[in-house]
């Protein structure tokens, strides 16, 4: 399915839907200066801030989904890198500096046209207070994740896996297709 667009940000000619030649894909493609109008899945940066035997969840000042909970992440602006993205995130839901130290999965959501990139990130001190986008913000212990409140299958997806991984003495990195309403398939490095 592709998102409509109705007019050529080149010419501004009306667009029409085909196959261009040598794709294989149906595009947005302007049939006066025939440029293709390319759309890919939006990537969201965010962060499992740790301390000690806790992480930092912050529960949702905006929709979709006010009110539940969340780590911090948000879409990746043009220009930043995965890392430099999910640290202003950090910062920007929680007000919370942290030194991001691995990466801990990679979240297809092919139903949303997104792909959460997911660090393990240590916080720097506990001067965290949530930000516009966040109504509070709370270091919980693993046992104390209020699983039947976070706002995404892909948060509930992704912190299942940090739990594992924390019960087993593990660190892999993920990846998994999570789907709205089904089991998301997994793969482990």
């Known amino acids: ?15 029409e839907q085909k ?3 040598g794709e294989t894909l149906l595009r947005v493609v302007c049939p006066k200066c025939q440029t293709i109008h390319y759309q890919n ?3 969201v940066a965010g962060t499992i ?4 035997d806790k992480i930092l969840l912050c ?42 130290h691995a990466l801990f999965g990679l979240f297809s959501l092919p139903h949303a046209s997104q792909v ?29 994740i209020p699983w039947d409140q976070l706002a995404f299958p892909v948060i509930q997806e992704c912190l299942s896996q940090y739990v594992n991984d924390i019960q087993a003495a593990s660190t892999q990195t993920h990846s998994s297709i999570v789907h709205p309403k089904k089991e998301p398939s997994s793969y482990s490095t």
């Open 49 to 52: 801030p740790e301390w000690e």
């Open 116 to 144: 959460y990139v997911v660090y393990r990130a240590h916080l720097q001190n506990l001067n965290f207070k949530p930000g516009p986008e966040s109504l509070e913000v709370e270091l919980v212990s693993l046992r104390d």
């Open 19 to 21: 196959v261009p030649e």
């Open 59 to 100: 529960r949702r000042a905006i929709e979709p989904r006010v009110g539940l909970w969340t780590f911090p992440a948000g879409f990746m602006e043009l220009g930043e890198s995965t890392e430099a993205a999910a640290a202003r995130e950090t910062v920007e839901e929680a007000h919370a500096e942290v030194r991001i």
């Open 41 to 43: 899945p939006k990537i």
């Open 1 to 15: 399915m592709i998102p409509s667009i109705n007019f050529c940000s080149a010419c501004g000619a009306s667009v």
